[in-house]
């Protein structure tokens, strides 16, 4: 089976352009600490930002693999029916996938207060 990678090549983060979303990407980078982060954000497809996290340093990591820590992948992203994000719009965050750790139900709120929200989900474990 391959993988199909798709590219937007209208969206809004090409040719020396920064994404949308690139100021809460990198506010959400000072905001967060844990073990281990990979924060990234793009516009491709919609404005989005990728959290990916472990409660545990790589070192401890059985067999070296992130799916075998104590994980969660969040993402950012405008709130429901908009495709790009624009200065002063809500996003959502969203738990996308974890192992070991709490569940999160999905919040809509100003970047401020959702980055506030995931720091408290983290710092509570």
Same mark, same amino acid.
């Given at each position: ?9 209208? #969206?809004?983060?090409?040719?020396g352009v ?9 506010? =959400? ?7 281990? %982060?990979?924060?990234? =954000? ?7 930002? =990728?959290?990916?996290?472990? %409660? ?13 820590? #104590? *994980? ?10 908009? #495709? *790009? *994000?624009?200065?002063?719009? #809500? ?13 999160f139900r999905?919040?809509?709120?100003t970047p ?5 929200? %995931?720091? =408290? ?5």
């Amino acid at each position: 089976m391959s993988s199909i990678c798709v590219h937007d090549v209208d #969206r809004p983060d090409v040719g020396g352009v920064a994404p949308k979303m690139q100021a809460i990407c990198d506010a =959400t980078k000072e905001a967060l600490v844990a073990p281990w %982060l990979q924060i990234r =954000t793009d516009d491709n497809l919609c404005s989005s930002i =990728t959290i990916k996290g472990s %409660l545990e340093p790589k070192s401890e990591w059985q067999g070296g693999i992130w799916h075998n820590s #104590r *994980y969660f992948m969040f993402f950012i992203h405008p709130e429901k029916g908009k #495709r *790009y *994000y624009e200065a002063g719009d #809500r996003v959502s965050l969203e738990l996308h996938n974890c192992h070991g750790v709490k569940k999160f139900r999905k919040y809509t709120a100003t970047p401020e207060k959702v980055i506030a929200k %995931l720091k =408290t989900w983290i710092e509570s474990h």
